[in-house]
């Protein structure tokens, strides 16, 4: 899918999970009490990689592909957000968030387009979306501006501290240690160690991790995250029998959980 299509492509493990040629058991599964998104969108492209992307992210994710449809289920479900394309068949995406907001649907909704002036971003903000996102984006940011949107909307207060079996991270001291014994990282290796324990138990890629650290401005086959992950293994692996950080073959890197 080219980015002109409304998303910039995850290259290596999204791609293989959209296509639907990973093995089941690396098909992530969202449990019962995740929360729950409905995406309106209807190019086919755009709305498959984003669903997938928020269902191996932990999300109940329901998508319907035109307005009238994704209307009728945002009304009868109590979502914790929704995204929602601007341009779609029978209603357009303004109606529907005024629709919703007239109707007391008060979970938060951001608006996707490939508008791009100010005027567009005011005319979607007042029509009562909570943001604005244009056509193309990269699906961390989308996902980024998701949770922050339910965090806000939920009044849920972000960690200061991030544990993963033994080993600890502090946001604000910037601390790491693993069973007690103190671990001195850089800052891109402090980021990237964030980074896989925000996401422990499920798979990031090598396009992900580039986003996350060096801002897109890198070339996707650039060793630069083998070296970086090299250099944070060695550091939080190497002395300790339980292995935390794993190769996933052809894949990404995955920082075992307690439960994996």
């Known amino acids: 899918m080219p980015a002109e299509a409304g998303v910039l492509i995850e290259k290596d493990w999204f791609r293989s999970f959209h296509l639907g040629t990973l ?10 009490n995740a929360m729950r998104v409905i995406v309106i969108e209807d190019d086919r492209k755009i709305a498959s990689f984003v669903v997938n992307g928020l269902r191996q992210n932990g999300f109940a994710v329901d998508h319907c592909d035109d307005g009238e449809s994704g209307l009728a289920m945002a009304l009868s479900v109590d979502y914790d957000a929704a995204i929602v394309d601007i341009m779609l068949p029978k209603i357009d995406g303004l109606t529907i968030v005024q629709t919703l907001r ?15 002036t100010v005027d567009d971003r005011v005319r ?19 996902l980024a501006r998701t949770q922050a949107l339910i965090r806000r909307a939920t009044k849920a207060t972000e960690p200061t501290r991030l544990s993963v079996t033994d080993l600890t991270l502090d946001l604000i001291t910037r601390q790491v240690s693993r069973a007690g014994t103190s671990i001195e990282l850089q800052p891109r290796e402090f980021s990237l160690l964030e980074f896989l324990m925000r996401h ?7 396009t992900m991790i580039l986003e996350h650290i060096w801002d897109y401005g890198f070339d996707p086959q650039t060793n630069v995250v083998d070296v970086l992950i090299h250099r944070v293994r060695t550091k939080v692996d190497k002395d300790f029998p339980v292995k935390l950080i794993r ?9 075992k959980s307690g439960s994996s």
């Open 124 to 142: 979607g903000l007042q029509a009562g979306g909570d943001d604005y996102l244009v056509k193309p984006f990269a699906f961390s940011e989308l």
């Open 102 to 116: 007239r109707e007391r649907r008060e979970f938060p909704v951001l608006l996707l387009s490939a508008k791009t």
């Open 247 to 255: 190769t996933m073959r052809g894949v990404g890197y995955m920082l």
């Open 200 to 206: 422990a138990g499920r798979v990031v890629t090598k």
């Open 23 to 32: 093995p089941k058991t690396q098909i992530p599964s969202y449990h019962p």
